[in-house]
T-cell receptor, first 116, second 113 residues
Framework: GAVVSQHPSWVICKSGTSVKIECRSL??????MFWYRQFPKQSLMLMAT?????????EQGVEKDKFLINHASLTLSTLTVTSAHPEDSSFYIC????????????FGEGSRLTVL | AQSVTQPDIHITVSEGASLELRCNYS??????LFWYVQSPGQGLQLLLK??????LVQGIKGFEAEFKRSQSSFNLRKPSVHWSDAAEYFC???????????FGSGTKLNVKP
């Protein structure tokens, strides 16, 4: 199946700094990528939908200035957590949909962010 | 409101025993239903999906799931569990364009030797 890679797999940062997480589709073009956040023992919550070449669509309650999403190419979307705080510590997972495909999302391995 | 409920947070079964993971959903339109598996430190892998047609769908790794519209359920089953099946399983529902998935909270499966 198609491969989605996230980098970094885990990151520790100091409060107030910004962190960028990359999501790449390695062997296919993804016109749409999704960013999810997973809290411990909870489900994945969709944060935003990222479309190549246009602004991301954020879910209600997600601060767009806090979580900057850029989808500059058909194989790369980035999530930048700006001025990170401890409450931003979480597991962030991206997924990508194959252009023209009917239904399967391919998920990255996730990035664990810890803000001290 | 759209939601997915997985009532079992943890399940432990013996290797070789049968398995059923429950999933109930609430969705305002025709549901497209999915089961994903997540191993530690890994992304989610699709086990199977239901769009229409036969309500019993077969997936990878010997899993199957049955869609019951009257019960708003999509339970995952496996006749004989292997130790390598230990992981977390997520049920999800989404629209026809797959733009917004709603995930259950997951069921963590432990397999006893």
């Amino acid at each position: 199946g198609a491969v989605v890679s996230q980098h970094p797999s885990w990151v520790i940062c100091k409060s107030g700094t910004s962190v960028k997480i990359e999501c790449r589709s390695l062997d296919f073009q993804a016109t749409t990528m999704f960013w999810y956040r997973q809290f411990p023992k909870q489900s994945l919550m969709l944060m935003a939908t990222s479309n190549e070449g246009s602004k991301a669509t954020y879910e209600q309650g997600v601060e767009k200035d806090k979580f900057l999403i850029n989808h500059a190419s058909l194989t790369l979307s980035t999530l930048t957590v700006t001025s990170a705080h401890p409450e931003d510590s979480s597991f962030y997972i991206c997924s990508a949909r194959v252009a023209g495909d009917t239904g399967e999302l391919f998920f990255g391995e996730g990035s664990r962010l810890t803000v001290l | 409101a759209q939601s997915v409920t997985q009532p079992d947070i943890h399940i432990t079964v013996s290797e070789g025993a049968s398995l059923e993971l429950r999933c109930n959903y609430s969705y305002g339109a025709t549901p497209y239903l999915f089961w994903y598996v997540q191993s530690p430190g890994q992304g989610l892998q699709l086990l199977l999906k239901y769009f229409s047609g036969d309500t019993l769908v077969q997936g990878i790794k010997g899993f199957e799931a049955e869609f019951k519209r009257s019960q708003s359920s999509f339970n995952l089953r496996k006749p004989s569990v292997h130790w390598s099946d230990a992981a977390e399983y997520f049920c999800a529902v989404g629209p026809y364009n797959f733009n917004k998935f709603y995930f259950g909270s997951g069921t963590k499966l432990n397999v006893k030797p």
